[in-house]
């Protein structure tokens, strides 16, 4: 079995020797299993759990994977990447999965940014009166009809080409993340033009804004919110410093419905008065 960090992700193997080394000398002298037993006695944990943590299975992480996450919780086991202490059992299997979603990211995300950079390249070639400016506002209305850019460009046959293959990978982007923030976060529903901007984020920036997503999935009652914008209700919340993000609650749950920064929010203010 494995334990993995509920606030950025890391995941550590669940064994003998973690427990081991968390507990430190406490074992000197004891075999394993006698010790194993003794650590454990008066918890209400018995042998088959002790099985568990060390050989694993998905059905005995099922079984007890709740257990041992919150007897480690109140052992004070952090974690060693952002010192949280929240942790879920997950599967080695489960793991390796979510871990191969994120390479499988890490991947579409580069190609989404070469396609951008090909579809700048080309505007700018149509006609240099297009700033950064707009081209970062193109990029968030690239779906909507009749755009003002694109009333303006003079080769509309490469442009729709570019434009088709950059919406796909965008889509196989959304689709990623879509995957793996369901099974971390459960509670949290992402609309499209949140994930857009999730797969936009940078490593670190990513990082910080998934820790947010921790705390909302696991403890939003001990979050701190502003005020809703006005006229909706919908919350700006904040990561990395310029981050922004902006959230709707719905029951026990949570709608992420636009991710960006500071030079997006003018957009994505403009886009949270119109839908919402
Ligand atoms: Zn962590």
């Known amino acids: 079995?494995?334990?993995?960090?509920?606030?950025?992700?890391?995941?550590?193997?669940?064994?003998?020797?973690?427990?081991?080394?968390?507990?430190?000398?406490a074992a000197a002298g004891f075999g394993f299993w006698a010790w194993v037993s003794f650590l454990f006695a008066g918890t209400g944990f018995a042998m088959p759990l002790c099985i568990a943590i060390v050989v694993g299975g998905p059905a005995l992480v099922a079984k007890y994977g709740?257990?041992?996450?919150?007897?480690?919780?109140?052992?004070?086991?952090?974690?060693?990447?952002?010192?949280?202490?929240?942790?879920?059992?997950?599967?080695?299997?489960?793991?390796?999965?979510?871990n191969r979603y994120k390479t499988e990211e890490a991947v579409l995300k580069n190609t989404?940014?070469?396609?951008?950079?090909?579809?700048?390249?080309?505007?700018?070639?149509?006609?240099?009166?297009?700033?950064?400016?707009?081209?970062?506002?193109?990029?968030?209305?690239?779906?909507?009809k009749d755009n003002t850019i694109e009333n303006l460009l003079k080769d509309k046959e490469k442009w729709e080409v570019l434009k088709q293959s950059y919406t796909q990978t965008q889509e196989q982007v959304n689709q990623s993340f879509k995957r793996r923030f369901n099974v971390c976060y459960p509670s949290l529903i992402f609309n499209k033009r949140a994930l857009k901007g999730i797969g936009r984020l940078n490593e670190t920036?990513?990082?910080?804004?998934?820790?947010?997503?921790?705390?909302?999935?696991?403890?939003?009652?001990q979050l701190v919110y502003r005020d809703k914008i006005q006229g909706t209700d919908i919350i700006e919340m904040d990561f990395n410093q310029s981050g922004r993000?902006?959230?709707?609650?719905?029951?026990?749950?949570?709608?992420?419905v636009c991710v960006g920064d500071k030079k997006t929010q003018l957009d994505d203010l403009k886009f949270i008065k119109n839908f919402y």
């Open 1 to 25: 079995m494995k334990i993995r960090c509920r606030d950025c992700g890391h995941s550590e193997t669940m064994n003998k020797e973690l427990i081991l080394t968390f507990l430190g000398g």
């Open 245 to 256: 993000f902006y959230i709707q609650k719905e029951g026990a749950s949570f709608h992420i």
């Open 205 to 221: 920036a990513l990082l910080k804004f998934e820790q947010k997503l921790g705390q909302l999935q696991h403890r939003s009652d």
């Open 66 to 98: 709740d257990e041992i996450v919150e007897w480690l919780a109140n052992k004070g086991y952090t974690c060693k990447k952002c010192n949280g202490n929240k942790w879920m059992p997950i599967s080695e299997e489960a793991d390796i999965e979510l």
């Open 112 to 144: 989404l940014s070469e396609k951008e950079l090909e579809i700048k390249e080309f505007l700018s070639e149509q006609n240099n009166l297009f700033s950064i400016e707009d081209l970062e506002h193109y990029f968030n209305e690239l779906e909507q």
